[in-house]
């Protein structure tokens, strides 16, 4: 079985970097995305990448700050988010499918089959 471990997660203060990272053990995953949830607000998708690190994609709110990147090696996820904002505040999600990414809807929730944990980031 496909299983994910977030880790990275902390507080910080505005304008400040973190790093979240996502292991990912076993095997058949091919796209691989991030997805942050705040208090009283629905998922939404923020960033993915391909697990060969092709075809990174950025909603708007995020694009320019984080950076998202894959080790196939090591079959890890990573999010490089710089000059946080207050409202990256949430929990983060990584999630994983077996099929390809999306062109069209990059991050549609209902194509990522494996979900992590979670992890919280917040920042004041």
């Known amino acids: 079985d496909v299983q994910l471990v977030e880790s990275g997660g902390g507080s910080v203060q505005a304008g400040e970097s973190l790093r979240l990272t996502c292991e990912v053990s076993g095997a058949g995953n091919s796209c691989m995305g991030w997805f942050r949830q705040a208090p009283g607000k629905t998922r939404e998708g923020i960033a993915r990448i391909s697990r060969t690190g092709r075809g990174p994609y950025y909603v708007n709110s995020v694009r320019g700050r984080f950076t998202v990147s894959s080790d196939s090696d090591k079959n890890t996820l990573y999010l490089e988010m710089n000059n946080v904002k207050l409202e990256d505040t949430a929990m983060y999600y990584c999630?994983?499918?077996?099929?390809?990414?999306?062109?069209?809807?990059?991050?549609?929730?209902?194509?990522?089959?494996?979900w992590g944990q979670g992890t919280q980031v917040t920042v004041s």
């Open positions: 999630a994983v499918t077996s099929a390809y990414c999306y062109v069209r809807a990059p991050l549609l929730t209902s194509h990522y089959t494996i």
